[in-house]
T-cell receptor, first 111, second 114 residues
Framework: SQKIEQNSEALNIQEGKTATLTCNYTNYSPAYLQWYRQDPGRGPVFLLL?????KEKRKERLKVTFDTTLKQSLFHITASQPADSATYLC??????????FGKGTKLSVIP | EAQVTQNPRYLITVTGKKLTVTCSQN?????MSWYRQDPGLGLRQIYY???????DKGDVPEGYKVSRKEKRNFPLILESPSPNQTSLYFCASSLTSDSTDTQYFGPGTRLTVL
């Protein structure tokens, strides 16, 4: 069955460094991947979408890559700040009209 | 302000007592859905609706009902709640049923079934 996985449950990083989060998919080839941010007790908030024909996409300090050979998307936050601490979710289509989400990676940026 | 609202935000109830969680969006979105989020399991879709009077099951529909009589509202009904439905519930909406559309999530409803 098709799976979307975020293998790291948690990631701790020093302030100012680049955080890199991974999203892997198996048994299917999504046409796109979305990334969301979720703060504790709140709903996810959309950050970026990258399509399979786009190698890289940027938004301010965020960068997402999509490698169809490795079946992987990487999400980077450069010059990370404590305010970037949150859980980050990747998502892609799961059949018609549905999104499936990874379980998320909890990022903690340490001052 | 464009938003998705859910009520109540917190609810403690007992097994078997019917309840409804309301969801409303003010963005004229066609697509609405309900998710539950559990530790270690992530976000899982319960039901979705592509438009008024059109609903379909998601990945975990058992024990839930929905209706979409108006475009803005998409209530989630638990006819006979059980403890395994204790969870954090999110309503979401998007402009269309195209799964590339941005999902806008509500603030969540934390439900405890005793």
């Amino acid at each position: 069955s098709q799976k979307i996985e975020q293998n790291s449950e948690a990631l701790n990083i020093q302030e100012g460094k680049t955080a890199t989060l991974t999203c892997n998919y198996t048994n299917y080839s999504p046409a796109y991947l979305q990334w969301y941010r979720q703060d504790p007790g709140r709903g996810p908030v959309f950050l970026l979408l990258i399509r399979e024909n786009e190698k890289e996409k940027r938004k301010e300090r965020l960068k997402v890559t999509f490698d169809t050979t490795l079946k992987q998307s990487l999400f980077h936050i450069t010059a990370s700040q404590p305010a970037d601490s949150a859980t980050y979710l990747c998502a892609s289509e799961a059949g018609s009209y549905q999104l499936t989400f990874g379980k998320g990676t909890k990022l903690s940026v340490i001052p | 302000e464009a938003q998705v609202t859910q009520n109540p935000r917190y609810l403690i109830t007992v097994t078997g007592k019917k309840l409804t969680v309301t969801c409303s969006q003010n963005m004229n979105h066609e697509y609405m859905s309900w998710y539950r989020q559990d530790p270690g399991l992530g976000l899982r879709q319960i039901y979705y609706s592509m438009n008024v009077e059109v609903t379909d099951k998601g990945d975990v529909p058992e024990g839930y009902k929905v209706s979409r009589k108006e475009k803005r509202n998409f209530p989630l009904i638990l006819e006979s709640p059980s403890p395994n439905q204790t969870s954090l519930y999110f309503c979401a909406s998007s402009l269309t049923s195209d799964s590339t559309d941005t999902q806008y999530f509500g603030p969540g409803t934390r439900l405890t079934v005793l």
